[in-house]
């Protein structure tokens, strides 16, 4: 965890936990400075937290920072609870004095309680894996060196050493989850297991290292999706290929949608199972330009054989028209696609919706793609009379700041492809069919735009 020059900012409350960290680490002779967080909810008490904290450090000769923070402010902004909120302005204010002192390495208090509990408590919320590894002994630059200590052999070093500390009363608090955990549901469990600080802290371990595995597999695999991410006007954008991510068994897969989702958005909080589930619904049955939304103002939107994971930014619609030679290709670098034309004798029809096989003879020889253009119609497969796209755009539920980014191919005679959508029923392939016409979109890749 530290090297003898690491400057260690300690996480400083003034309970147990935290003092025996600060006089341990003195004790071994690693540099040290310390930081108390006053999160402005208990008055007094917390002003005797901070005096009793500033002392203490002095004692040790341990420079010293007090930060005061307004939570429940903080929480009604953010739509927080007051503990999500406390733990977010907690890091951010951390990591700030941090930067101030030039400390390498922030520690805190954590003890093996604190692991069961979390474990507990994302086991009760239906966490998955992630959740059931609990708090990782080292993330980036903070430490956690007291988590193979369980709080009472914490609160025997205090009496050996005659260390005094403060008790939050808020811990008490039974309107708090973590407390509910703490003081009612453990002492039930180890009624059954005595040992079950012990044997929760064991499945932290184990599903961390089992994590760190799987999440190199989905990480060589995300770094495959973003080589082929279209979408490139967006800030930021994540494109998993559909044939990589439904060719993985279904436990990466999830794993790949919520490392996509964390690339984006900066971290995979919020994200339930529930969101997981509707995203691999979509990869798997939904139409291109479905979009499903996110947290945070995330979209995952089925796009030309992929899976893009932005942000919901309105793209501008695409204009202009290309003609397209029979056999031939164009690129449309504003979508980050190109479309192919060409001739074959093969009359086989395949479920896939960036490839349309049309009855080469019904169609002719001249093709132009374009864009949306009010008053376009055609018949969709399966159906006799026109419509006009604007509807069909409503009925299959595409979305409006979409609609003006879907390639269309018309022949000199109407509309055969609404691409990744569904081909004009005229140029259907039929037991007539004599040979056909093969239209297919594909990705561009980095070196094409």
Known sequence: MLAPDHL??????????????????????????????????????????????????????????????????????????????????????????????????????????????????????????????????????????????????????????????????????????????????????????????????????????????????????????????????????????????????????????????????????DLGFERIEAMLALAERGQTGDVIELPEGLIATRGYGELVISRAQTPPPVSGEWPLSIPGTISIPELGLSLSAALSDDTTLRDDPNIAALDADAVGETLLVRFWRPGDRFVPLGMSESVKLQDYFVNAKVPRRARGRVPIVESARHIVWLVGHRIDDRGKVTVATRRTLRLQVTPLTSGDH
């Open 8 to 269: 260690v900012l300690i996480a400083l409350s003034g309970g147990a936990d935290s003092t025996a960290l600060l006089h341990a680490l003195a004790q071994l002779g690693h540099r040290l400075c310390a930081c108390h967080v006053h999160h402005g909810l208990r008055g007094e008490e917390a002003d005797a937290d901070a005096r009793h904290a500033a002392a203490f450090a002095a004692s040790l000769g341990v420079p010293f920072v007090e930060k005061r923070a307004d939570i429940k402010s903080f929480a009604k902004q953010r739509k927080l609870s007051l503990e999500t909120a406390a733990r977010e302005v907690r890091y951010a204010l951390l990591d700030e004095v941090a930067r101030e002192f030039a400390s390498d390495r922030i520690a805190t208090g954590h003890t093996a309680d604190d692991q069961a509990e979390t474990v507990l408590l994302n086991l009760l919320r239906g966490a998955g894996p992630a959740g059931l590894a609990g708090i990782p002994p080292v993330r980036g630059n903070i430490l956690r060196p007291l988590l193979g200590l369980t709080r009472a052999e914490v609160l025997e070093y205090c009496a050996a050493n005659g260390l005094t500390y403060r008790e939050d009363t808020s811990n008490l608090d039974r309107r708090f989850t973590r407390n509910r955990i703490r003081h009612d549901i453990m002492p039930a469990l180890r009624q059954i297991q005595p040992n079950l600080t012990a044997v929760l802290s064991r499945l932290a371990e184990i599903m961390r290292a089992e994590n760190e595995y799987l999440d190199q597999i989905v990480g060589q695999e995300l770094a495959v999706g973003q080589e082929l991410a279209v979408g490139q006007e967006l800030a930021s954008c994540h494109g998993i290929p559909l044939p990589t991510l439904t060719s993985l068994p279904l436990a990466l897969q999830r794993r790949l949608l919520r490392a996509a989702v964390a690339a984006v958005k900066g971290d995979d909080t």
